[in-house]
T-cell receptor
Framework: DTAVSQTPKYLVTQMGNDKSIKCEQN?????MYWYKQDSKKFLKIMFS???????INETVPNRFSPKSPDKAHLNLHINSLELGDSAVYFC?????????????FGDGTRLSIL | GDSVTQMEGPVTLSEEAFLTINCTYT??????LFWYVQYPGEGLQLLLK?????DKGSNKGFEATYRKETTSFHLEKGSVQVSDSAVYFC??????????FGTGTQLKVEL
């Protein structure tokens, strides 16, 4: 069983469109994250949620809006897509309250803007 | 803020060679330190971790020791295999479970 699953795996779309990426974890974790990995493999956190509450919100354009309907899901909606949004987006989860517990990552969603 | 610096790649080695990937960090406190590995087309997987000074993390023949005096967490393996080819990320954990990653080091192991 996949622990952290993201859909879709690949997303190709036009500039200006609105798209969503979904993430689900079946680990019973309390905290979920979104990361962006650019073409040079640099990985940076965007958001984290704990029990549906926003915890971390890095300097991300407000075109990006995370939504957590329950603690097992954290979706990422992106409005008015731009060329610079092309990247691989990773979802992750961890058991909150224990800083020694690692984050578990999904396989990523490769977003390509035409 | 906190930051992680790791050696640039790609690093190309022959099978059975010794591997070192350097990682140093800057932090106000004493964060937990991690090495993650990313195989082609996959997400990141935790390779090993250390939570306090002088701890040694180890897994699959890889080792790294948390050195407070040099603020380092270098990754080593005595004999690499072709299957170890991947991108390796050093990371530290800040408050609120925020992970800060280094830029990643690509390792290529050839026969």
């Amino acid at each position: 069983d996949t622990a952290v699953s993201q859909t879709p795996k690949y997303l190709v779309t036009q500039m200006g469109n609105d798209k969503s990426i979904k993430c689900e974890q079946n680990l019973g974790h309390d905290t979920m994250y979104w990361y962006k990995q650019d073409s040079k493999k640099f990985l940076k956190i965007m958001f984290s949620y704990n029990n549906k509450e926003l915890i971390i919100n890095e300097t991300v354009p407000n075109r990006f809006s995370p939504k957590s309907p329950d603690k097992a899901h954290l979706n990422l909606h992106i409005n008015s897509l731009e060329l610079g949004d092309s990247a691989v987006y990773f979802c992750a989860s961890s058991q909150d309250g224990d800083s020694n517990q690692p984050q578990h990552f999904g396989d990523g969603t490769r977003l390509s803007i035409l | 803020g906190d930051s992680v610096t790791q050696m640039e790649g790609p690093v190309t080695l022959s099978e059975e060679a010794f591997l070192t990937i350097n990682c140093t960090y800057t932090a106000t406190g004493y964060p937990s330190l991690f090495w993650y590995v990313q195989y082609p087309g996959e997400g990141l997987q935790l390779l090993l971790k250390a939570t306090k000074a002088d701890d040694k993390g180890s897994n699959k023949g890889f080792e790294a020791t948390y050195r407070k005096e040099t603020t380092s967490f270098h990754l080593e393996k005595g004999s690499v295999q072709v299957s170890d080819s991947a991108v390796y990320f050093c990371a530290l954990r800040e408050p609120r479970n925020k992970l800060t990653f280094g830029t990643g080091t690509q390792l290529k192991v050839e026969l």
